[in-house]
């Protein structure tokens, strides 16, 4: 269990480096492209995730995601005291990816988010981009468990154009990311809205896809 706690924190706090560095990146070089910028945020998302999913996921699973973990739970495969302790894993390696990128760039360590991602269509894509992550997961563990880290990775970089919010679909990166006041933000009074989006939908389609699943 300490060694896949260890893969849960160093994974989740990779994963924000990739975000918010790449942020902070992108809209430096993007010259007020916002969209370049996105791209470059993509991808680098993308990338991390495959390489993560793929080194550490024989460790501990590769959630580096609360919505995942609690998928899991549902369906009855993890403990709770396992879910529990991945959980807190994940918010704290999503923090200290967060200050880890302000020390590579520069800038104050300890600060809040000021860009604001609410309403009714943001809170829609959360739900929705959690819902397709997690069929991502569960039907590439059904069908073709190797290209789980491919199809995580292709379906964030994906999700990041197709949704309002820009797919943050897990909890610990939307409280890391409320903690950056830089290209991937969220004001931090927006967070619960997203976090309870994120997790109400993996409570609803959990049956939904078991069932999808079920006959195979």
């Known amino acids: 269990m300490k060694r896949a706690l260890i893969a849960e924190t160093v994974g989740t706090a990779l994963l924000l480096m990739a975000v918010v560095g790449s942020g902070i990146m992108g809209e430096q070089l993007a010259d007020g492209n916002a969209g370049l910028a996105l791209l470059a945020n993509a991808v680098s998302t993308g990338a991390m995730l ?3 999913i793929t080194v ?3 460790i501990s699973g590769g959630h580096f995601n609360p919505a995942v973990t609690l998928f899991f739970w549902l369906r009855k495969e993890i403990t709770v005291r396992h879910g529990l302790l991945y959980g807190m894993a994940q918010v704290v390696g999503g923090l200290l990816g967060v200050w880890a990128t302000h020390v590579m760039f520069g800038l104050a360590v300890l600060q809040q988010s ?3 991602r609410s309403g009714f269509g943001q809170w829609c894509a959360e739900a929705l981009a959690t819902a397709g992550l997690l069929l991502m997961i569960h039907g590439g563990r059904r069908h073709q468990p190797t290209a789980v880290p ?5 379906y964030i970089t994906s999700a990041y154009w197709f949704s309002a919010s820009t ?3 897990n909890p610990a990166v939307t409280i890391a990311r409320g903690m950056t006041d830089t290209f991937s933000g969220i004001l931090p009074v927006h967070v619960p809205m997203f976090v309870a989006m994120q ?3 993996a409570i ?3 049956p939904l896809l078991s069932w999808l699943f079920s006959g195979e």
């Open 150 to 154: 491919a199809l995580v990775a292709l």
């Open 114 to 116: 000021s860009t604001a």
């Open 50 to 52: 495959y390489g993560l």
């Open 199 to 201: 997790l109400l939908s």
């Open 56 to 58: 550490l996921g024989p």
């Open 204 to 206: 609803m389609v959990t």
């Open 167 to 169: 797919s943050f679909a």
